[in-house]
């Protein structure tokens, strides 16, 4: 609790400087980029692992609700964000290592979380290709006929996106190599979370000038203050008394801001679950046309 505490403290206060300082005063870490001429070695794998994940996410998800049963908007909600690095569905690539062996590519899953680099960026852009528009369609075939994990593999990687119908072609002797593999620490694993929970909030947006090695030096940036000073034993337990503050805070009634912002958060999220069951009563719609298409022609060939 004690270190929960300290954290959400030293990022309220990153928050308040980020406000305050200019972006050209921060660092910025380089963006790392997907190494598109790697996807055709890995697609097929890539492909049986997002099948892994969405089978395993909608069963943890329908365990969690049990018992009441799992939507298929919340499967397509699954399906939608398992591909992006941004929400929490994708946490499962931050794992993956891709790894040269003799003439092909393999995709290694770790223990832990790794910095998140070309490799990893490389499996979210497989990801996104393998899924595609299919989002829908797989969530569907999820909701309705409840397939076993061996079942998932063959509809999305064979019969849909048809990932897995050709070998992967040989790996160029002369491909230069990929970064090794570098795992979080459990404090910036923690740091990115917090973070990405902290996103939409009034703010917010200030904090992306900062690299997490900057937001994790500056969780320090009282270490250096003389113990001599005067004030220093009302400042030694300056963390929890916040702390208690803001709790204390909690328990009242919020203010007009607050309000606005939880009426604004409330909205944008009946908004994208309207979206939701528009576009997905659209696709299907579109679906059901174009079988009726097919099969009126069809019909018309025979009578020729």
Known sequence: MAKTESIFVFLLAALLISSWLPISHSAKKPVSVARKEDIPYIKCQVCEKLAHQLYHQVKNKQDQMSPKKVSELQIIDISEN??????????????????????????????SEGQCNSECKTVERACQEVMGYSDTDVAEYLFKAKPSIDSLVKFLCNDLTKACAVEPPPVPKDRSPGEPFIPKSSKEAEMEKILRSMEGMPGAPNMKMYSK????????????????????????????KLGKVLRAKETTKPDWKQRITKGVADAGAALKTHANKMAFRIRRWWRGKKKHTLKKTSKAKAEL
């Open 82 to 111: 398992v591909c992006n690095l941004k929400k929490q569905e994708a946490d499962w690539i931050l794992r993956i290592d891709i790894v040269e062996k003799g003439d092909r590519l393999e995709l290694v899953e770790q223990d």
């Open 213 to 240: 090695e900057d937001l994790l030096k500056m969780q320090n940036f009282g270490d250096d203050v003389n113990e001599d000073d005067d004030g220093d034993d009302d400042d030694g337990d300056f963390p929890s």
